[in-house]
């Protein structure tokens, strides 16, 4: 049981090159997001799905796009990656019931030069 | 959205209980109050989670006095290995939903001592 799996661990892109991010769950969560996480700040939503089929944008969604492709995955893209968006990304998913927790993946590092 | 806060930073020596309070003024009827703790180049892990009084696990414990405009984590006797950031969220419970709606501040960094 691996939770939440997020590829690739580390990316290093150079401004303008795109990129996806990957997240896998196999815990059957109806819900899932996408955060990222600046130095020395909390984290900020990007965007979520409540449900497969489903997406939409959190706090900061400038920049990026998602898919939600199946109950398993939700992948983030940056179609033009821009220092800006240097950061690490988290995955999560969760339960729908009553403030069912977060479960997050252990991130991913990208660096746009 | 309730927003919350909490220090920015605490220091504990090894031993010691740790109380991290957390203030949400704007907290709705049926917001949850969740705890979060995160280590370094990991994502968070949850902790504990309330509603209202008090909620223990095996790991804390979480205080809520009865107009729940704030909180307390409550960790007994830490070691070096709960040094980390630690989150309170508080959040819509909401059956068929998501937690979209849930705001990570910039936490409580908690450094423990030997």
């Known amino acids: 049981n691996a939770g939440v799996t997020q590829t690739p661990k580390f990316q290093v892109l150079k401004t303008g090159q795109s990129m996806t991010l990957q997240c896998a769950q196999d815990m059957n969560h109806n819900s899932m997001y996408w955060y990222r996480q600046d130095p020395g700040m909390g984290l900020r939503l990007i965007y979520y799905s409540a449900s497969e089929g489903t997406t939409d944008k959190g706090e900061v969604p400038n920049g990026y796009n998602v898919s939600r492709l199946n109950k398993r995955e939700f992948s983030l893209r940056l179609e033009s990656a821009a220092p800006s968006q240097t950061s690490v990304y988290f995955c999560?998913?969760?339960?729908?019931?009553?403030?069912?927790?977060?479960?997050f993946g252990n991130g991913t590092r990208l660096t746009v030069t | 959205l309730a927003k919350t806060t909490q220090p920015i930073s605490m220091d504990s020596y090894e031993g010691q209980e740790v109380n991290i309070t957390c203030s949400h003024n704007n907290i709705a009827t049926n917001d949850y109050i969740t705890w979060y703790q995160q280590f370094p180049s990991q994502g968070p892990r949850f902790i504990i989670q309330?509603?209202?009084t008090k909620v223990t696990n095996e790991v804390a414990s979480l205080f809520i006095p009865a107009d729940r405009k704030s909180s307390t984590l409550s960790l007994p006797r830490v070691s070096l290995s709960d040094t980390a950031v630690y989150y309170c969220?508080?959040?819509?419970?909401?059956?068929?939903?998501?937690?979209?709606?849930?705001?990570f501040g910039k936490g409580t960094k908690l450094s423990v001592k030997p």
């Open positions: 969220l508080v959040g819509k419970a909401s059956y068929g939903g998501s937690q979209g709606n849930l705001i």
């Open positions: 999560a998913s969760s339960d729908s019931g009553p403030g069912a927790p977060l479960h």
């Open positions: 309330g509603y209202k």
